[in-house]
């Protein structure tokens, strides 16, 4: 598998450029800032983008869609709740291919109501769903921290410990994690109640 973590814009913000090695086809999650930038990358290592792929509908995540899709003809993938413009929506547990590299979509809402978090091999992408050693928003339009914490204790804290975590933004000590260290370092992760998480998110 080919894959980047690209910074991009002035807000901290990840994009992910996946790809696979056989047929070249390629993937762009989040291209929030710097299509440019993004291209290039893509272009020096002769992928063909088939899909931009957002995590959830905030501009810092999408604002690169119409420019990418015009340069590259890719769709535009995201949750069926995601409101923008979109070519493909998807829901929880279904894949997409490029090649015999697949994505598997997770849906995890909280931060937006059609967040989704994507897992790639031994790769989680967690958009604003979860950063090393925090966890996204739930204050803005559609957040939910009843939801958040089903999203986290019950789909993301389910995976495997090795599995590796690659936020949207650059908010933590390094730029990526593993879900075995999120767990054991994570304030946010801390055993708690629905009721209980609830209450510290209004506090957070």
């Not at 090795?162 to 767990?183: C, F, K, L, Q």
């Amino acid at each position: 598998m080919i894959f980047f973590q690209v910074p991009v814009g002035s807000m901290e913000n990840f994009s992910y450029i996946i790809g696979d090695e056989e047929t070249h086809q390629g993937a762009v999650v989040d291209p929030g800032f710097e299509t440019e930038k993004i291209l290039e990358i893509a272009v020096q290592n002769r992928l063909k983008i088939k899909y931009l792929i957002d995590t959830h509908e905030h501009m810092d995540h999408t604002s690169g869609n119409r420019d990418l899709a015009l340069k590259t003809g890719a769709k535009i993938v995201a949750h069926e709740y995601a409101q923008i413009t979109k070519d493909i929506s998807v829901k929880d547990g279904e894949e997409l291919k490029l090649g015999e590299t697949s994505i598997k979509v997770i849906h995890t809402p909280g931060h937006t109501p059609g967040s989704i978090c994507l897992l790639i091999d031994r790769k989680l992408l967690t958009g604003d769903t979860l950063f090393v050693g925090e966890c996204g928003r739930v204050d803005l339009p559609g957040g939910s921290a009843e939801d958040l914490y089903s999203s986290l204790f019950n789909k993301i804290l389910n995976l495997d410990d090795d599995i590796e975590v690659y936020p949207g933004h650059n908010y933590g000590a390094e730029p990526s994690s593993t879900i075995g260290s999120e767990r054991k370092h994570n304030y946010v992760l801390k055993p708690r109640t629905k009721e209980e998480f609830v209450r510290f998110m209004a506090l957070h």
